[in-house]
Every structure is written in C-alpha cells, then in structure tokens.
C-alpha cells in the first residue's frame, strides 16, 4: 500500500482509514446480515416446496392403483404439479424440464436411500430445486419398502432469487449510505487532532526562522497539549540560553576592542622608543644590537596584532565601512606587490586594466595577507593571476609548496588558527586570513582556499563584485 | 487493488443461490398398496388381517366399509352383524379418527369394535399417517360407548 495511490497527507491518510474501516464495517455487516437472512430464505422455500410435494403425493396415493400403469402415472404426474416425472420399471411420465435437469446422482440418492432428497442447480440461467423422492409402501404394522415409484419435480427459484437479489441490494444501499456519514466523522477527528498539530508545526517553524518568542496555546489536556507545553518549555530554555551566550559573546568582543584600545597609547610610546632604539643600534655591541633588533622586530609585530585585533573589532562590532572609488584592481595588486617590496619574488599575470568600484585600502589588505601567508608558508614561485569574469573580479594567488592537508582546509580562515601548532612563533598574527575573509565579504565577494590541481601548492582565490554598494 | 476487487466479487456472488450437491430432506411419501388390509377373528377369536387384492389402498371408510360387508369365505369370522347400509364417515381430527358406523352398539362385540378401529387405523398408517393416532367408534343411537377413544392392539 506504499504506490502512488496511497495519500501522503495525515488528514488523507486518517480520513481514508476511517471511511475504509466504516465502510468495511458496513458492507461486512451488511452483506452478513443479507447472507444469512438469504440462506434463511432458500431453506424455508425448500421446506415449503418440500412438504407441498409430499403432499401432493400423499393426496392421491391411496386412490392409486399398484402396481401402477401409464395412466395412474399420468395421475400421479398431474398431481404433482408442473415439471415434475414419475417413472416406475421402464414407464415414466414426463413434464417439462425435469426430465432434462434431473442428474443420475440424484436418481441414485434416491434409489438407495428411500428418503426424499433435494438438489440445487441451474438450467437455462435459472436457478432450480430439484426434489426427488420414492414413494413408499406402508405395511400396516408400520414397516416402509420402496413401491419402485419415483418423482421427480423440478421447482423455480427465480422468485427466492430475486427477492436476495433485493436483500443484497438493500444492502449495499445501507453501506453506501455510511460512506458520507464517515467522511463527515472522520473530518471532524482529523481536524480535532490536526489543529494543533498544525498550530504546533507553525511554532516551529517559526522557532526555526529564529523568532524565539514563538509559543503555542495547549488546549485540552491530551497528548498533543503536553506536547505543546514541552515544546514551549524548549523555546522558552533555548531562547535563554541564546541571550546568555549573546551577552558572553559581546562582553568577549568589548573585551578584546577595550584591550587592543587600551594597548594603542602605551604602544604609540613603545613605537617611538624602539624607533630611537634601533636609530643607536649601529653603535652597540653585538650582543646588545641583537637584543636591540628582537625587541623592535617584536614591537612592530605586536603593532601589527592590535591594529589587527582593532580591525576584526570593528567587523564584530558591524562598525567597518566600505570606501568605494573606481580603481584598477590589476593597479591596486601591483602597487601592493611593489610597497611591500615583493615585486621580484611574485609572478602578477594581468590581461591590463581590471576597472572596478572598490574599497582601495581593503583590496590592498586582502591581497597582501594572501601573497604573504603564500610567501611564508609556500614555496616559490608564488603566481598572482588578475582576471574579470562577468560581474566578478578575481584575483588567484597559488605558489609551489606542499598545499593545504585535508584536514586543516575547513579552519584556514579560523582566527589564530596554526596549521602546524609546533611553529607558535611564526611572524604573521594567525588573523591574517580570517582578516581577509572578513573584508571581501564585506565587498559582497568571498574567498576560497583550496589546492591547485594537477601540480603542487595551494591556491586561494577571492573574489570581487565589480560594483560594491556602500555597506 | 486486484484483490480488493475479488473480494467484492466474491461477496456479490455469494449472495446468490449456488448449486449444492444431493442433500437429505425428509421422509418420502407412501399410500401406494396392492389391496386394503381388512381385521377379521380366527376361530380363537384373535384378531387376523386379511389382505384384499383391491389393486388400491383406498380410503379408511372404503375400508371400513369393506369390512362390515363380512370375512366371505376365508375361515375367519367377523363380530359384526350383518348390515343392508355399509356407508361409513369418516371426520379425521389431529387425534382422533372420528367413524361413524351405520351400526347400533348391539349391533357389535367389543371384539367387534376392535376390528373396526383396526382396519381405520391400518390404513391410516399406511396412508403415511402417524401410528399414535387414536379411533372413536359413534353407533347411529347415543350411548356411552361412542365416547370412547380407542387405539387398535395390534397397532401401537
């Protein structure tokens, strides 16, 4: 029953059951009710039909004369009504179709049982009683021998048939007439269980599109109401636990702005001693010009980590804004490459001007992070390649190391994520990526790492609307 | 959906009258008899019947009648005295053979009596009817006799 004809819906489903299991219930009923009453009626037709012949019979035997000629048979015959034969030894007298319809099974019950015996069966697409009976000699003490009479009558019953015919009729009728009674029933049962099941379903789905403050009204006191309230428990327990892990997720983000804002002054300080520091540098020892030189490379690298802690703040906070201008993008990556000093260690394959709206100081970030982390963590050559395609600009940038294993791809752009975690102290700060991410999204665009296929060396490649609104 | 099908089939068909094969009914009919059997005494005086070749069984006031027209010339004797009248009716009942005999209760010995309520009730049983059956002899003039349900010796 799992076809196509078998309805998905719980109201179908429910209310086919129940018309099937209704209606079954009818028609068995009904159709019992008319078996029995049928079968009732052919065993009194064949008990009248029966007792009416022996009667017939009865009547004339004793005016008959045995043993018997042709014309006593012609009486007896007549006396028994239409279709009916009497044969005694080789003489029989015949009317109608009885002659025809009589089975020798029957001629032999009734040769050797001495009793009446009756037969149904159908001649001429009617149904028929066949009645065969001996007629029996008497002795005055009461003991029976066979006369070698017999009679056979052949009765009609078309009438009994049609009056079952009717019965079952009738029958069917009544069954039908509950088929409207059930549907009636079974729409009211589903929609006393499917209303709240609907309005449950719609609280859900509500809870899903993340309107936490989606209830239902438990009605009654059955299964579905407690449903209902535990349901309602959930969302209550679930939007909780949401607002706490909102607060603990904005007192974290407050943390980290507060604390990078608070490094900036003394740093701005640091920056200035280290400057003058490294200034002098070239007087000193060689033990100290190394320190010297540790503790400026550090100074700047920890500038570095709070400008960049800054930065994700303000993308936490949704306070980073877009400055578009028209820029070339094969421009902006060249001049990148060149300010940083990179212009001989990376292949730029340009097909000339990419024009497009973008904000000039984040695509700078974002190709910068990541021709870096390819130049720190890849081989060479490390190959930027510039293209437009459509309404989209990307920037490809691969190189020849090992590539990215299969089990660090889903975390690149995870903040302080270490592909290697024995190699802590690495100069780039670990947001680099997650930076650059964060950027291209807010241009509409995206980043996608991966390795290049067919040689070796991983591939990342952004990409770029040529027209970001300003967000 | 196949069998849903046959089933309703099968359940519109069941309605009908089927064939059935040979079944047992009831007891057949009898009252066919070469001749009447006729109650007579022998020299003892105990009751003999006497089969008459009358090619039919016959009535029980046939028999009856019959009867009170005497043995002939068989050896037996009857109790009976002769009559010119032997035209007898007979008014049967659920019980009781009712036969009323153109006789007076002179007329008969109670050996008589059972001679007639004998032969009725041969040939009532012969006739298919039922061998409790009981008989009531009513002579032509009122006596208490008549009243009398009678049932035959050899007959019980």
Known sequence: ?471 | MKRTWSLALLLLAACGIEPSAVEDSSEAPTGVAPGVTLYFLDEWGELRPQLRETGRLGTIAEAVGLLLTGAGHSGLRTEIAPSSVTRVVVTTTPEVVELAVPLTAGDVTPRGIDQIVCTALGVHVQSGGARTMKAQVRFVQPTPVSDVVRTCPLIR
């Open chain 1, 1 to 471: 029953m799992s076809g196509p004809l078998w309805p998905r819906g719980l109201r179908s489903r429910l209310l086919v059951a129940f018309v099937v299991v209704t209606v079954l219930g009818a028609v068995v009923a009904a159709w019992s009710g008319a078996g029995t009453a049928g079968a009732a009626l052919v065993a009194s037709s064949e008990q009248r039909l029966t007792e009416a012949l022996t009667g017939q019979i009865g009547a004339v035997t004793p005016g008959l004369a045995y043993p018997p000629d042709q014309g006593a048979l012609e009486r007896l015959r007549s006396a028994a009504g239409a279709n009916t034969l009497v044969t005694y030894g080789s003489l029989r007298s015949a009317d109608g179709v009885a002659a025809d319809l009589v089975p020798d099974s029957l001629r032999t019950a009734v040769r050797t049982g001495n009793r009446m015996v009756t037969q149904r069966t159908t001649g001429g697409g009617e149904p028929w009683l066949l009645i065969g009976t001996p007629v029996m000699i008497t002795a005055p003490d009461g003991a029976r021998t066979p006369s070698g009479i017999e009679v056979y009558a052949a009765r009609d019953l078309a009438g009994v048939e049609r009056e079952i015919a009717g019965m079952a009729r009738s029958a069917v009728v009544t069954a039908a007439l509950t088929l409207p009674l059930a549907v009636l029933l079974a729409l009211l049962a589903a929609g006393s269980v499917l209303r709240p099941v609907r309005d449950l379903r719609d609280t859900a789905r509500r809870l899903a599109a993340g309107d936490l403050g989606a209830r239902s009204n438990p009605r009654g006191a059955d299964e579905l109401a407690d449903l209902t309230a535990t349901v309602n428990e959930m969302a209550g327990s679930l939007q909780e636990s949401m607002a706490a892990l909102r607060r603990m997720q904005a007192d974290a983000r407050r943390f980290a702005a507060d604390v990078s804002h608070e490094l900036r002054t003394p740093l701005s300080t640091l920056t200035a001693v280290v400057e003058v520091l490294s200034m002098s540098a070239d007087g000193m020892e060689p033990d100290a010009r190394e320190s010297a030189q540790l503790a400026i490379t550090e100074t700047r690298r920890l500038v570095t980590l709070v400008e960049e802690l800054m930065e994700v703040s303000r993308f936490d906070a949704g306070t980073a804004r877009l400055r578009v201008e028209d820029l070339d993008v094969a421009g902006a990556v060249r001049d990148c490459l060149r300010a940083r000093g990179w212009s001989h260690r990376v292949e730029l394959v340009a097909p000339g001007a990419v024009p497009a709206r973008l904000d000039r100081r984040r695509v700078d970030v974002v190709v910068a992070n990541l021709v870096g982390n390819a130049l720190r963590h890849g081989e060479p050559p490390v190959r930027v390649v510039v293209a437009a395609s459509g309404g989209e600009v990307l920037v490809e940038v691969t190189d020849s190391g090992p590539g990215l294993p299969e089990h660090v791809l889903p975390h690149v752009f995870d903040r302080f994520y270490k592909a290697d975690a024995a190699r802590t102290r690495t100069p780039d700060s670990g947001l680099g990526l997650a930076l650059a991410l964060e950027n291209a999204r807010l241009h509409g665009g995206d980043v996608e790492a991966g390795n290049r296929t067919g040689a070796r060396g991983a591939r990342f490649v952004l990409r770029l609307p040529r027209e970001s609104g300003d967000r």
